[in-house]
């Protein structure tokens, strides 16, 4: 199936090799909301404009695409804008990832070289699932979370909606990540964290709890 990518920057590249390595669809090439990249080249695959190239796309049969952006709530909201444009929300998975066959993975899901999902795990629409990290068994991930190298969850961890799990983060086993909340590189995390809470440290500890107020929109594309 012939496929684009939404966002030509680093996380574009990523996703592209993943697509490339596992070599399931035929990627045409890249959109992205800066104007300025239209008509460059990312992967010797060109950056064809903008989500507006929608209509266009579908006239030359391309069928689907996948958000590459680590942003949650934008990788969400265009993953919304795909569905609405009738193309197909499709999932990439590195070859050298292992995912257990009783795992569930949802749509618009990256799943990077080297990462570990165990038995039963369920990972989400829009999630990331980075390098190295590991996903231990019977694990939820909530959509639009996003597990950044080398992380890993023990057993039974729940991981809330649009939830970061930084670099290097250690969760034991059995715990709740609160949706939106952040968990910081290196963090061991031995107790439950709250929605929109922000940890830190060895063991974690909050810094900051965001109240709704402050959350802002991300811009319409």
Do not use: W
């Not at 680093?10 to 959109?31: K, P, T, Y």
């Not at 952040?182 to 909050?206: K, M, Q």
């Amino acid at each position: 199936m012939d496929v684009v990518i939404i966002g030509a920057g680093g996380q574009g590249r990523v996703v592209l090799d993943i697509l490339r390595a596992e070599a399931r669809h035929n990627v045409v090439g890249f959109l992205d909301a800066d104007p300025t990249l239209a008509g460059t080249t990312v992967g010797g695959l060109p950056v064809i404009g903008r989500v507006n190239q929608f209509p266009r796309l579908k006239e030359q049969r391309v069928k689907g695409a996948i958000v590459a952006i680590g942003e949650s709530k934008a990788r969400r909201r265009y993953a919304q804008l795909i569905l609405d444009n009738g193309l197909e929300l499709i999932s990439t998975v590195h070859p050298s990832a292992v995912v257990s066959p009783s795992a569930t993975i949802g749509r618009n899901v990256v799943v990077a070289p080297h990462a570990v999902i165990g038995p039963e795990s369920r990972i989400g629409d829009s999630v990331l699932i980075n390098t190295a990290s590991i996903i231990e068994h019977e694990c939820h991930i909530g959509a639009g979370a996003h597990v950044c190298p080398g992380a890993a969850m023990a057993g039974r961890v729940h991981i809330g909606q649009g939830a970061f799990i930084g670099l290097g983060s250690r969760i034991i086993q059995c715990l709740s990540i609160g949706d939106d909340a952040i968990v910081g590189a290196g963090a061991v995390v031995i107790a439950d964290v709250p929605a929109s809470a922000t940890v830190v440290g060895v063991p974690a500890r909050v810094i900051k709890i965001v109240q709704p107020a402050e959350y802002q929109e991300f811009a319409s594309p």
